[in-house]
């Protein structure tokens, strides 16, 4: 059954850490405009930055970064780089096919590579990852796992061992997604076989990664394009395929079974196009190429509730026929949903408030500009903060009660004295909060949204008087506060 049981954050792990860092772009060789654009979400907003590494990224890219937000490695299904951008050590020959010799600088396989942290072993990856074997087809023969240790080469990683097949059978490429565990601790990780309906169902515990049941249910589908998500808080699976089609399912994360599919005809083209929920879970994005929907999936009639919030304005980046398209759609640690256009641009969009309601939305087409080209590809980040479901059956680990009694992580302020300009950084949490700011003399001086599972938040008092300010973050029933100085520029 649905267990509808709460899902509580891993605090204990959160500064920003994990996906902080977005990696896109083409590699530098032949310099600007083509080369590495970093996204840093560290510090609040979006931090964009150009960066010369060997690898570039395509539809498959995938990376990690630790826990206090350094670059662990990346890939892009081909090879795995180190932090420097460098070949990691042994990371070459991922995925052996035509088609991965095909493109030898990045595959364009859609969610081709995930990365999971291997549980209770810091500094252990577990690379979940696959290529096109079957070209005519456009499937994949092959689920591989590749695991890699930071402890070699110096502390750069390196790779022990390689394209280990967990599964062979024709299967969907690309499309590989997880999600936390009920306990808090393991992962399930999941891929979707070729002209049939079966997930595939894996397991991600201390003692490694196996296989553990397929699951029939839904539509049949051929060999597609298209993408699938999690929503953060774990209780809900969106999976859009072939060029009209979405299936919305809920999920068990205690026994990691779908549910209750609801099947929606799109009138537009998503097989190409992404998918993201909101923060709050609340609302699925749907990118359909030239359309941007928005659908309510508390309501009674999900199909029935849906917004029309986007329509591409003609812009092309820098010029014909680079147009910006609604493409792979993610969600960053700062609140927002971030959308790629599909061609190689200069250019994202960016959802400001997905928390909303249809137009509130605040869709900003183009609203990012990068340093140079990238070729339409996010990086494949699962929810990393999700914790344990309190009171399940399945939290063996009592996580779920560990994490309930267990105070807040302190936030922190930095830099602290600032001029006006800060970050606070904090333990994710599930909800959304508000922080309030208070001077000296006891008035709000600022009052703002905290976006659930974000980790940061931007603090701006440039244009207050100097002085000290209390900061107090509010979830619900729990806060958490904080003391700055703010002093003169």
Same mark, same amino acid.
């Given at each position: ?384 903060? #999700?914790? =344990? @479901?309190?009171? %399940?059956?399945?939290? &063996?680990? /009592?996580? *779920?009660?560990?994490?309930?009694? $267990?105070? #807040?992580? =302190? @936030?922190?302020? %930095?830099?602290?004295? &600032?001029? /006006?300009? *800060?970050?606070?950084?904090?333990? $994710? ?12 003399? /006891? ?47």
């Amino acid at each position: 059954m649905f267990y509808g049981g709460v899902l509580f954050p891993l605090s204990a792990l959160a500064q920003q850490g994990f996906n902080n860092l977005w990696l896109l772009g083409y590699n530098s060789d032949d310099g600007l405009p083509w080369g590495n654009s970093d996204i840093d979400f560290s510090n609040g907003p979006a931090e964009v930055s150009l960066h010369a590494y060997e690898i570039g990224y395509h539809r498959t890219a995938a990376n990690i970064s630790r826990v206090d937000g350094l670059l662990e490695f990346s890939t892009n299904g081909t090879f795995i780089a180190d932090r420097n951008g460098d070949t990691l050590f042994n990371g070459t020959g991922l995925a052996p096919s035509a088609h991965t010799s095909a493109f030898p600088e990045g595959l364009v396989v859609s969610q081709g590579a995930l990365i999971i942290p291997k549980p209770d072993a810091p500094g252990i990856y577990y690379l979940f990852h696959g290529t096109v074997d079957n070209w005519g087809a456009a499937s994949a023969q092959y689920l591989y796992l590749t695991t890699v240790d930071m402890s070699l080469n110096s502390g750069l990683g390196g790779v022990v061992t390689k394209n280990v097949v967990l599964w062979s059978g024709v299967q969907q490429a690309g499309k590989i997604t997880a999600v936390r565990h009920a306990n808090g601790r393991d992962w399930w990780v999941f891929n979707h076989q070729a002209n049939n309906n079966i997930f595939n169902r894996y397991l991600v515990t201390p003692s490694g990664v196996q296989l553990v049941g397929t699951q029939a249910i839904g539509i049949v589908r051929p060999p597609d394009a298209g993408n699938v998500c999690f929503s953060p808080d774990g209780t809900k699976f969106a999976y859009c395929w072939g060029e009209t089609d979405l299936e919305i399912f809920q999920f068990d994360c205690c026994t990691g079974q779908f549910l209750n599919p609801v099947f929606i005809g799109i009138d537009g083209d998503i097989a190409d196009g992404g998918l993201a929920f909101s923060p709050d879970s609340r609302f699925l994005y749907v990118s359909a190429v030239v359309d941007l929907y928005q659908y309510d999936t508390n309501a009674g009639d999900i199909a029935a509730s849906v917004v029309h919030v986007g329509t591409w304005d003609g812009f092309y980046s820098p010029q014909p026929p680079a147009a910006t398209y609604f493409v792979i759609t993610q969600v960053a640690l700062d609140g927002n949903i971030y959308i790629s256009t599909g061609n190689g641009t200069f250019h994202l969009h960016v959802i400001n408030a997905p928390d909303e309601a249809g137009f509130a939305c605040d869709l900003v087409q183009h609203g990012v500009e990068l340093p140079a080209y990238y070729s339409n590809g996010l990086p494949n980040h699962p929810n990393y903060h #999700l914790g =344990p @479901v309190l009171g %399940s059956v399945c939290d &063996s680990l /009592g996580m *779920g009660l560990q994490e309930l009694q $267990a105070p #807040l992580v =302190p @936030v922190q302020a %930095s830099p602290n004295p &600032s001029s /006006g300009r *800060g970050t606070l950084t904090y333990g $994710a949490q599930r909800t959304a909060g508000v922080l309030q700011v208070w001077d000296a003399e /006891g008035r709000m001086v600022l009052q703002e949204k905290l976006p659930a599972w974000s980790t940061l938040h931007a603090l701006e008092l440039t244009g207050q008087p100097t002085g000290m300010y209390h900061c107090r973050l509010q979830w619900g029933s729990r806060s958490a506060t904080v003391r700055v100085i703010h002093n003169e520029p």
